[in-house]
């Protein structure tokens, strides 16, 4: 890290000159007279030409280089860092509950260098931070790796499946898994074709807003998560993030049927065509469907094959069909995921180009762009010819959980598997990706 993060030109100049660095007590002279602070970082696309420091007050302020301005050291300091506090002294016979840190938002801090936030925290920062945690569980915690959720990979989720594996065969009686929001919902729809009826809760939280924010929402988001992995009676892979904009509501939806629908509000995630598993409240856990597979079942199957030759195709008004081929030819993609409009129609023009693909072995499955809802072919005669041509539909499922399960069940079968064997096993609900029916939307 440069010992004038953020400073250049004239700014610069004036600090290298004086021999200071940031975290150093300086003394800052001008024609309306002295100021005296902590010399503080900036970050780089700033407005360059303005000095940086912490009062006593603890306020920061801004000044303005220019001619007769002086820079003096009065002392040397460490640099601004973060330190948390030693963490809590655990409380023996609580139920135990691993967390892992894979990196996002949840354990990240402000970055001077862009103004935005970076991977900082480890697990054991946010165990620090967050004492209430000592009293729902004995709290293990450890960086499994760091990265922004928008660069994993299928190499990411297995390694985060055999992970939990590993804790689950150890006896924890949970796991946290902190992650990025971006694509926690992939993520968690890989764990759960991968960890298929787990005994333990697996829970993925993260954050809107990064914990040393003011208006951060890490703390109450990994309390519920970790009260969720210690005392929940399902096991089942799940995502816990706020219901709404107050703390008082954490809601715990479904690995297979959550989608991140903001940018930035705290109650981002919902549950799509079905209600969120549970809710965590200021009086506890609810459970809001009891159609769960049961903590300590013994059907666990742990299965972590993906094979990233598939594809997830939104289709536009015009598309030129032959997208599929180009990409079949220049990519080696085993199989298709079409998100389709309506009821699961792309134009007929896709129609001899699907029939080919499906003659060489490629599944194609359709779902919609419509969140709520579910696909039906057989309407109207586009979808069935459509159909005929070989193309899958796929009821309700989301089409991120489709393209994750088309991944996942490529792996499984294998590299000689045939298009027929894909699409039995992409038709059949495993883990709830599928409803009988569609739930009301209020609509």
Request: include cysteine.
């Amino acid at each position: 890290m440069s010992q004038l993060q953020g400073y250049s030109g004239k700014a610069k100049q004036l600090l290298e000159r004086a021999g200071v660095k940031i975290g150093d007590e300086i003394r800052v002279v001008s024609g309306k007279g002295e100021m005296r602070g902590i010399l503080m970082a900036r970050y780089e696309l700033a407005e360059p030409d303005y000095i940086v420091i912490k009062l006593r007050n603890g306020y920061n302020v801004g000044i303005r280089v220019a001619d007769g301005v002086k820079v003096e050291k009065i002392a040397d300091a460490e640099a601004p860092a973060f330190r948390p506090p030693p963490p809590p002294a655990m409380k023996p016979n609580l139920p135990r509950v691993a967390i892992v840190s894979t990196g996002g938002t949840i354990a990240s801090r402000v970055d001077y260098r862009t103004g935005g936030v970076r991977a900082a925290l480890s697990a054991a920062d946010l165990l620090s931070i967050v004492p209430e945690l000592a009293d729902i569980a004995q709290i293990s915690a450890e960086i499994l790796f760091s990265v922004y959720s928008e660069n994993l990979t299928i190499s990411h989720w297995r390694a985060m499946a055999e992970k939990v594996n590993d804790l689950i065969r150890s006896g924890e009686d949970g796991v946290v898994i902190a992650h990025g929001t971006d694509t926690m919902g992939y993520t968690a729809a890989a764990l759960s074709f991968a960890l298929q009826n787990p005994p333990i809760p697996v829970v993925l939280v993260g954050a809107q807003r990064s914990s040393d924010r003011p208006s951060s929402d890490a703390a109450t988001n990994l309390i519920a998560a970790v009260d969720t992995a210690a005392n929940a009676p399902f096991g089942e892979v799940v995502v816990c993030m706020h219901k709404w904009h107050s703390d008082d509501t954490i809601a715990i939806h479904r690995g297979v049927r959550v989608v991140k629908l903001h940018t930035s509000s705290r109650d981002a995630f919902k549950s799509i065509n079905a209600e969120p598993l549970a809710f965590r409240t200021k009086a506890g856990l609810v459970i809001n469907d009891n159609r769960f597979n049961k903590r300590g079942s013994d059907n666990y199957q742990f299965s972590p094959t993906f094979d990233d030759r598939a594809m997830l195709v939104k289709f536009y008004p015009g598309m030129p069909p032959e997208t599929l081929q180009i990409l079949r030819e220049k990519l080696r993609i085993r199989g298709f995921i079409l998100e389709g409009t309506g009821l699961g129609h792309v134009s007929s023009s896709f129609i001899p180009v699907a029939r080919q693909l499906v003659e060489e072995g490629v599944f194609i499955g359709m779902t919609s762009q419509c969140k709520f809802g579910r696909v039906n072919m057989y309407v109207y005669d586009n979808g069935r010819d459509l159909m005929r041509a070989g193309i899958t539909p796929l009821d309700d499922m989301l089409a991120e959980t489709a393209l994750v399960k088309l991944m996942w069940s490529l792996g499984k079968l294998g590299e000689n598997a045939d298009r027929e064997a894909v699409a039995e096993l992409m038709t059949r609900n495993l883990v709830g990706e599928m409803n009988n029916r569609s739930m009301p939307t209020g609509w």
